[in-house]
């Protein structure tokens, strides 16, 4: 992830992790990804079933299949929190379609590990809202991907983006924090300046954008990656929305995920614009590190596989029915993982040569694999240009 409020518009100092020795288990969520341990926040995948059918699906989700049980789920959130797992994010599928949701998650609260999830929205009636509420839920990622119309399309359900709605208000009711999560393609990017007075005007304090990743139902649509330029002009589109929301006094967390590239964009312009604060965010970038996956980002499936992250989901590490995640996670003899713990000694093609790979440690792999075939390969989303990177 690639703060924009905090790194362009400086809601966070290059001071303020080091405050807590950057310990994965001492620093608040919003300093997270500055964690010098990089103990792994964990996506499990509760759930294949999904009452949506979204284009761009990285678990193709639909029918509910093979998924462990609530023990095994305790089990499960157990060794996280004994391993030091600051984070436990529940995902699907849509995880609110398993009826042990609110057990699964009153363990992890009581485990103190941060619990949040990751939902289309559209079943946060008002006593689920409370029930999460209760039990000590402490955030919510909804997926929107524009308004109404827009929205519906890739959700591949009319009504979803209403249905989402009355679940935001539901969940935000109760005081549970609500985020939007929208991934960009050349589909829904003019919707962006409409999110962004959607936060305004109804009070929605975060939001993700994330570059699209060709894996599951998104292999479909990976044409509809925006362009080098495209993406440029959409960074530049996010930056300057940040800045005139926090400019007014809101007090909004705005990020990007899945491209690294962004960190130095975010640099470069700062550097363009004599940026005072410009080595203190490039100090930050290179405490984020870059891509996490097999490091500091883990996913466990609905029946058990672990996967370097949610979208590499062909990877298979180990099986959580048969072996605890942390012994899985710290496998020596697993020269995958290993290799993936030093991507950036790995990565081929620009990345050898670039002068930013201390800050984005070769972009997203499971992209490039993706592109490529070949895990170690370039990530095509690298909008950097040659003298950018030389």
Known sequence: MIGISKLYCGTVEASDPLRYARASKDLPSHLLQFSKDKKPVVVWNITS?????????????????????????????DNLSDYGSPVILFSGGEPLMRRDLPKLIERAVKKDLRTVISSNGTLITQDTAMELSD????????????????????????????????????????????????????????????IFDLMTTEGIPRICFYHLVYTG????????????????????????????MIDTGLNVEVLTVDNHADGPYIYLRMIEESDPRADDVLELLRMN????????????????????????????????????FSDIWEDT????????????????????????LDVCAGNFRARAEAATDDPWGEDPACYLRDEEIS
């Open 49 to 77: 079933a999904c009452n949506l059918k979204c284009i761009h699906c990285y678990a193709s989700a639909g029918k509910a299949s093979g998924e462990m049980d609530t023990a095994q789920g305790f089990e499960l959130i």
């Open 217 to 244: 139902r998104a292999k479909e649509i990976m044409e509809e990656d925006l362009s080098h330029g495209q993406t440029r002009e959409t960074l530049n589109l996010i930056m300057d929305s940040t800045k005139a």
């Open 289 to 324: 590190g870059g891509n996490s996956s097999g490091l500091g980002i883990g996913c466990v499936n609905w029946d058990g596989d672990v996967y370097p992250d949610q979208f590499w989901r062909h990877h298979v590490l180990g099986n959580v029915t048969r072996r605890a």
């Open 333 to 356: 003899g697993n020269e995958f993982l290993m290799k993936l713990k030093d991507k950036k000694t790995h990565v081929k093609g620009r990345c050898l040569s670039c002068r930013w």
């Open 135 to 194: 039990y000590g839920l402490s955030y919510i990622g909804v997926s929107l991907d524009g308004l109404q119309e827009i929205n519906d399309v890739f959700r591949g359900v009319s009504g979803a983006f209403s249905a989402a709605m009355k679940g935001i208000y539901h969940a935000m009711h109760e005081g549970i924090k609500v985020g939007l999560r929208f991934t960009m393609n050349k589909g829904n990017i003019s919707e962006i300046p409409k």
